[in-house]
Nanobody, 116 residues
Framework: QVQLVESGGGLVQAGGSKRLSCAASGTIFSANVAGWYRQAPGKRRVLVATINPGGSTNYVDSVKGRFTISRDNAKNTVNLQMNSLKVEDTAVYYC??????????WGQGTQVTVSS
């Protein structure tokens, strides 16, 4: 049973920083593609960043240079460091892992609210 648990959300002022963390059980992040998605109110869930087993990362254009995805193999976590936050970054952030290219697993989500 794969379970993902996010933490680190909350309220932050524009220009501030937040660090999200996702802990996994039942799978190993280092062996699979992991990522962060977000869903703003009234909008669909969209990709924010991914990291593959080799450590290569990919970001949506709107967060490039501000967000950094990383993986801690010892703790089996995937993290998202978010700097220079903007009001438009407000969303529920979801951790995701893809196992065997076809099985998608999601965390419960963590709310990030950026105030102006």
């Amino acid at each position: 049973q794969v379970q993902l648990v996010e933490s680190g959300g909350g309220l932050v002022q524009a220009g501030g920083s937040k660090r999200l963390s996702c802990a996994a059980s039942g799978t190993i992040f280092s062996a699979n593609v992991a990522g962060w998605y977000r869903q703003a109110p009234g909008k669909r869930r969209v990709l924010v960043a991914t990291i593959n087993p080799g450590g290569s990362t990919n970001y949506v254009d709107s967060v490039k240079g501000r967000f950094t995805i990383s993986r801690d193999n010892a703790k089996n976590t995937v993290n998202l460091q978010m700097n220079s936050l903007k009001v438009e970054d407000t969303a529920v952030y979801y951790c995701n892992v893809v196992i065997g290219s076809s099985r998608f697993y999601w965390g419960q989500g963590t709310q990030v609210t950026v105030s102006s």
